[in-house]
């Protein structure tokens, strides 16, 4: 159920019904010169709101501002700071709260977004509700299946992986006539372990990894069902966490225990 779609007394039962809410952080970002510059945001959300039919949530709009400082050396790239991005999470997760909803699932829809997010859910056993959950890698396939899709060659972004999933979902969206080539890619040569702001530039030359020319509509059904029924799975894992909660009222409790307005 979409959250944009309900009726405000319709919100308010789903919320005493237990409900848990899900949104998708994306990125808007270049995709090599093919994929639409919404291609994480587009694509996470479709396939959230496909899972969402198996297994119920209040799926809130897709939150398309995300952090990628990386990619703004190539046109259309948008990113929010670290700062601001931490904001607009805690201020989106305390409204989701104030409606009643007891958790929140962050659905991940671009790599660069994980550290992020992962210290904004950490940081959040600070506030008791709602209890935030993050899926950082929903598109992940089986090894063996992805290596044999992609041939082998470099995966990772709008590579034929990313590609195939687009072709299968907005085939409109997709310019192949303007990839002639492999990716052309490159390294820092930096030690394993050592990195630097611009490992990703050094890497990724051409904004695209691989051949996305290997892309075709099956293979994208294919991996898109595979990352739906892992957001079926993170979904229903949420719905059914009653652990967490018993945990966070402790920690609470303990940890707060000579602040008084808790
Ligand atoms: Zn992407």
């Known amino acids: 159920m979409l959250w944009l779609n309900s009726t405000s007394p319709h919100l308010d039962e789903e919320a005493r019904n237990g409900a848990i809410a899900v949104m998708v952080v994306g990125s808007i970002e270049a995709h090599g010169p093919h994929l639409p510059l ?3 945001t587009l694509v996470t959300q479709a396939l959230v709101e496909r899972a969402t039919e198996k297994e119920h949530a209040v799926v809130l709009p897709p939150l398309p501002f995300a952090y990628v400082p990386e990619n703004r050396h190539f046109p259309g790239t948008l990113t929010l700071s670290p700062e601001a991005l931490l904001k607009v999470l805690g201020e989106i997760a305390d409204e989701v709260g104030r409606n009643g909803f007891e958790k929140l699932l962050l659905v991940n829809g671009h790599g660069g977004n994980n550290a992020i997010l992962n210290a904004f859910v950490m940081s959040r056993s600070s506030e008791r509700r709602p209890i935030v959950y993050a899926y950082l890698s929903p598109w992940e396939t089986p090894k063996d299946v992805e290596e044999r899709l992609a041939g082998g060659l470099q995966t990772g972004h709008a590579c034929v992986i990313e590609t195939s999933r687009v072709l299968a979902l907005f085939k409109e969206l997709v310019d192949m006539k303007s990839v002639d080539h492999a990716a052309r890619t490159g390294s820092t040569n930096l030690p ?13 030359l051409e904004l695209y990894l691989g051949d996305p020319r290997m892309a075709t509509v099956e293979k994208g059904e294919m991996l898109n069902d595979f990352m739906v ?10 719905n059914e966490d009653t652990i967490t909660p018993n945990v966070a009222d402790d920690f609470a409790k303990r940890a707060f225990k000579h602040v008084s307005s808790r």
Request: glycine share 8%; net charge positive.
């Open 192 to 204: 394993k372990g050592v990195m630097s702001s611009y490992w990703w530039q050094a890497k990724a």
């Open 229 to 238: 029924e892992n957001i079926v799975k993170a979904v229903r894992s949420v």
């Open 38 to 40: 919404g291609t994480d």
